[in-house]
């Protein structure tokens, strides 16, 4: 058989852009995904009996993770904890807990259960350390970035406004965005009382069909997998092209165990990976590692040598550290009429008056607002009536009756700034299937992380007020409780090799046919923004290096 140009590790947003950008280019691709193949038509249970129990997880979609938090929740942030009007207290304890970290092991990756967001960074954002002596500048700047965008959104198919204050464009959005929902104009009023702006969201959803892609029809369950391919998930979008071509092989349970190194040279020669219970060896001209910033610094870490003892890439000590989380802030509420919450978009409307680093007033760091009601996963009756509706029996029907469909929740996210106590380490005890130690998720919210968090509760609960919210009944919040979807950072990208792992292009600065494509090399989180659509951007671009470069070899 021929021997493949490129191997890529990992299949979400980074693996799959990066696959299709060199299949474009004629290189014979590999992709190693170690979670199952997911079928929409088969496996997503949207239009089924069993469409309140999520996504659908198979096995080996989930990894394995320990977590150490190591934090005493505070009495004077105890405004900020969460809490539900039935079970009191979500983390009951004097100390911070783990929830879980929200990810998908599929051929397609967590865009297999994202909600669409297909968000450009804010160009303030890029600038955290120059601007503001936080975390590090990013070695890219946004108007190199800006045509890779334009790219990603029309092959996702980006239905978005027509305008965007904050990220300058070189093109519209493939689509126009979609119309809001009935419960979103219902916000939008209270945003509106409040003196802030909520606008339509940038969504790879699709209002329009396209080839083997329909278009939306509004269920609200794209968190649970979408059975008609009209959200741009990575397996429907680049994989399906990349595989199109004829030069693209996918192989699913595959899990990457080591890196093999030529020390002499200064290349990765090979990787080893276990699929079925078998050890495999496979050799890698061009290495792409996109297994996301939990999983990549683990991989990096456990392929340690005596010639890099601390692991791949880590002669600058980075690899795992500078880990950014999801910071969020939720607050469910009720409205004083049914609204059909449960239909149209989960996030169809987004607020940016507060996304810049500098927006919030005596804080650095921004944040953004949504709606989350399919997010809070507040859509069918099981959770109404657990989470939503008090008592039992014949009373509890009618009120059950009475009040379905009249939730409404709003959501912020804010930055997440790297903290020497906020890392991705391998744990010294436990271990995988294979005999190695799972990666260990070290989190550490501060104060100005608190303070950020206290922000979005105030502005969320007087949003709620305005829009005509009678009664908030749970809020959820990150000060005491981790529950992560968008991690960042372990393999932070930058121009000095002493204080970063790759290069501007994504490429180690010790092996030059290595390259790290997933959020793990993003130097700052962003305000609250989606980052699977700057994780492609950086993709296709660092590909297009290779393919310059190889030009100028030539």
């Not at 693996?15 to 299949?23: R, V």
């Not at 391919?229 to 080591?258: F, H, M, P, W």
């Not at 607002?369 to 989470?387: H, I, K, N, Q, W």
């Not at 919210?445 to 969320?460: G, H, Y």
Request: hydrophobic fraction near 35%.
């Amino acid at each position: 058989m021929k021997p493949f140009d490129a191997v890529v590790i990992g299949s979400g947003a980074g693996g799959g852009a990066s696959a299709y950008a060199l299949t474009r280019q004629g290189y014979r691709v590999l992709v190693l995904e170690a979670g199952p193949v997911f079928t929409p038509e088969q496996d997503y249970q949207v239009g089924t009996s069993r469409w309140q129990q999520g996504f659908p997880h198979k096995a080996g979609s989930q990894g394995q993770y320990s977590y150490v938090l190591n934090q005493r929740l505070s009495e004077n942030w105890s405004h900020i904890r969460s809490w539900n009007h039935i079970t009191g207290r979500l983390n009951p304890g004097d100390e911070r807990i783990a929830f879980a970290y929200h990810h998908v092991r599929g051929v397609g990756g967590s865009s297999l259960h994202f909600t669409g967001e297909a968000h450009r960074l804010n160009p303030k954002s890029m600038r955290m350390f120059s601007q503001f002596g936080v975390a590090a500048d990013w070695p890219v700047s946004y108007e190199a970035l800006e045509p890779y965008y334009v790219q990603a959104e029309n092959i996702v198919g980006v239905a978005g406004p027509a305008t965007n204050d904050h990220r300058p464009r070189s093109a519209p959005y493939p689509y126009a965005a979609h119309a809001m929902g009935y419960t979103t104009q219902l916000l939008q009023k209270g945003f509106a009382r409040v003196r802030m702006k909520l606008e339509p969201n940038s969504l790879a959803v699709l209002p329009q069909a396209r080839p083997q892609r329909m278009n939306c029809n509004y269920c609200n369950s794209c968190l649970k997998g979408c059975p008609r391919k009209d959200k741009g998930s990575i397996d429907v979008t680049y994989l399906q092209s990349a595989n199109q071509t004829g030069l693209c092989e996918i192989r699913s349970g595959c899990v990457v165990t080591k890196i093999l190194t030529d020390y002499t040279s200064g290349t990765v020669s090979g990787l080893e990976y276990i699929a079925n219970g078998k050890k495999h060896k496979v050799k890698t001209p061009l290495l792409v590692i996109a297994a996301g910033a939990i999983e990549t610094p683990r991989l990096l870490l456990l392929s340690a040598t005596a010639d890099s003892p601390n692991g791949l890439c880590n002669e600058s000590g980075q690899v795992g550290r500078n880990f950014m989380e999801t910071l969020l802030w939720t607050s469910n509420a009720l409205y004083h009429q049914p609204v059909q919450s449960y239909r149209g978009l989960p996030v169809d409307s987004i607020c940016w008056d507060f996304n810049a680093p500098d927006a919030i007033p005596g804080v650095v760091g921004g944040c953004r607002f949504s709606p989350s009601v399919a997010e809070s996963d507040l859509l069918g009756p099981v959770a109404y009536a657990t989470r939503v509706v008090k008592g039992w029996g014949r009373q509890h029907k009618q009120e059950m009756r009475r009040r379905f469909g009249q939730v409404i929740s709003l959501s912020g996210i804010c930055e997440s700034l790297p903290h020497a106590k906020s890392f991705v380490a391998l744990d010294p005890v436990t271990k995988d299937r294979h005999g190695l130690p799972i990666a260990s998720i070290h989190s550490y919210v501060d104060d100005m992380a608190a303070k950020r968090i206290a922000f979005m509760a105030k502005k969320c609960r007087e949003i709620l007020k305005a829009a005509g919210a009678t009664e908030i009944f749970e809020e959820f919040s990150s000060y005491d409780i981790f529950s992560s979807s968008h991690v960042f950072g372990t393999c932070r990208m930058g121009n000095d090799p002493q204080q970063s792992v790759v290069d501007a292009n994504c490429r180690s600065h010790r092996w030059r046919n290595l390259y790290i494509l997933d959020a793990s090399v993003f130097p700052s989180s962003g305000g609250g923004e989606s980052p699977g659509l700057t994780i492609q951007a950086l993709a296709l671009r660092a590909m297009d290096h290779i393919e310059m470069s190889q030009a100028r070899a030539a």
